[in-house]
Each structure stands twice: as structure tokens, then as C-alpha cells.
């Protein structure tokens, strides 16, 4: 059963530039979630989708947007790229009706194994 | 806000018993701990619900005090395995909550 799959490991980008990365959620999960993790921190969150809209949002400025597909894939969008947006970025995906009988904020996250972006 | 973690770090013997500690400045419903391996994904270890309802490991426990806003993970007889850094991820409500997880706490277990 494959897990989250996440697609660059690892690139690098100069100031400026755009970058997308892209992420297949667990077999049977339906909710993707962003997650920005930069060197010795906790993964902050950036936002989650389901049923392909944006569902809730972290404190993260318009240069971070997002897309689900219909087959439940995401992709991450960042604009504009900064030196500070350096760091390793998590998908993590769970299912709508998770193991708290549909409660979303106790579902279980898969987390896949990130994206490092370094800007130069 | 971030919730608080401690200890930061903490090195113990294989065998010895582990406590990390979580608080948030929000009422809680839920508390999720993850771990995560260096240059790995988190991984999940448990969710504690309001109600005292608990869904995680085998051999991790934890505690859910409501009234002062902390979750404890307590590791017993820990292993080399357990080494990694714990992350503590509070909510405040029962709907599509994005995780705040803490700064983590470093665990090193040692032979």
C-alpha cells in the first residue's frame, strides 16, 4: 500500500522564481494538508483541501496557494520565492472520515517524505 | 499560537522511561504526537480526545488534562528505536483544524 508520495525531494530556486511541488495522497484518503518545515522546527501549516476547495488556511501569505485534482493529488504553489522560504515542505493526507467517526480535527495524518527547497 | 514542549532535549539509557510534556495556550479537544527520524516523515503515534477517548500505540501512553491545557507522552522502557524528535499538535475544535505542532523535543536513546 503506498503512502504519500511527494515529488521534487529536493530542488533549488533563486529569489524570484516560482516552484511547484506535487504530492499523491495515501490510498483512500481524500484530504491533502501543506506543511512548511524549516530547519529545526515543528511542520507549520500552511493549508489543507477537500473535495478540491481550500478547506482552512495557516498564517501564510497569497504567495502560497494550492490545487486538488479530482483524483485527490495536490500540488503547492509558492511565488516570488524568498531566501526565508527555504525549507522542507510536508504533505500530509488523511480521510474525511477518519477513525473518530468523521470528527476531521482527530484524523490520523500521513505525512509523505517532503520536499526540500533551498533559495539561493 | 505554537504550543509549548519540554523538554527541549532529553539522553537517556536504553530502559529508561521518558516524559515529554505539551501545553497550549487554547482549549484543547484533541492532542496529536507524531514522530519524526531524521530526514524522515513524521510519523504518527497518537491522537488523546476530549472525553478521554485515546488512539495510538502499544507501548506509548499519554495523558489529557482539559482543565490546564497539557498533554503528556510518557515512553517506558524506552528503546533505541524511540530515538527522534516528538512533536505535540493541540486542537481547540472538532472541525477540519490544520495542526500547530510545537518546536518538538529531541529524544536520544543511548545503549
Known amino acids: 500500500d503506498a503512502g504519500v508520495t511527494q515529488s521534487p525531494t529536493h530542488l533549488i530556486k533563486t529569489r524570484g522564481q516560482q516552484v511547484t511541488l506535487r504530492c499523491s495522497p495515501k490510498s483512500g484518503h481524500d484530504t491533502v494538508s501543506w506543511y512548511q518545515q524549516a530547519l529545526g522546527q515543528g511542520p507549520q501549516f500552511i493549508f489543507q483541501?477537500?473535495?478540491?476547495?481550500?478547506?482552512q488556511r495557516g498564517n501564510f501569505p497569497d504567495r502560497f496557494s494550492g490545487h486538488q485534482f479530482p483524483n485527490y493529488s495536490s500540488e503547492l504553489n509558492v511565488n516570488a520565492l524568498l531566501l526565508g522560504d527555504s525549507a522542507l515542505y510536508l504533505c500530509a493526507s488523511s480521510s474525511a472520515f477518519g477513525p473518530a467517526g468523521g470528527v476531521s480535527g482527530a484524523n490520523v495524518l500521513t505525512f509523505g517524505a517532503g520536499s526540500r527547497l533551498t533559495v539561493l | 499560537q505554537q504550543p509549548v514542549q519540554s523538554p527541549q532535549a532529553v539522553i537517556l539509557r536504553e530502559g529508561e522511561d521518558a516524559v515529554i510534556n505539551c501545553s497550549s495556550s487554547k482549549a484543547l479537544y484533541s492532542v496529536h504526537w507524531y514522530r519524526q527520524k531524521h530526514g524522515e516523515a513524521p510519523v504518527f503515534l497518537m491522537i488523546?480526545?476530549?472525553?478521554?477517548e485515546q488512539k495510538g500505540h502499544e507501548k506509548i501512553s499519554a495523558s489529557f488534562n482539559e482543565k490546564k491545557q497539557q498533554s503528556s507522552l510518557y515512553l517506558t522502557a524506552s528503546q533505541l528505536s524511540y530515538s527522534g524528535t516528538y512533536f505535540c499538535g493541540p486542537t481547540s475544535g472538532g472541525g477540519a483544524d490544520g495542526l500547530t505542532f510545537g518546536k518538538g523535543t529531541h529524544l536520544i536513546i543511548q545503549p
Open positions: 488523546l480526545l476530549k472525553g478521554g
Open positions: 483541501y477537500y473535495e478540491e476547495e481550500e478547506r
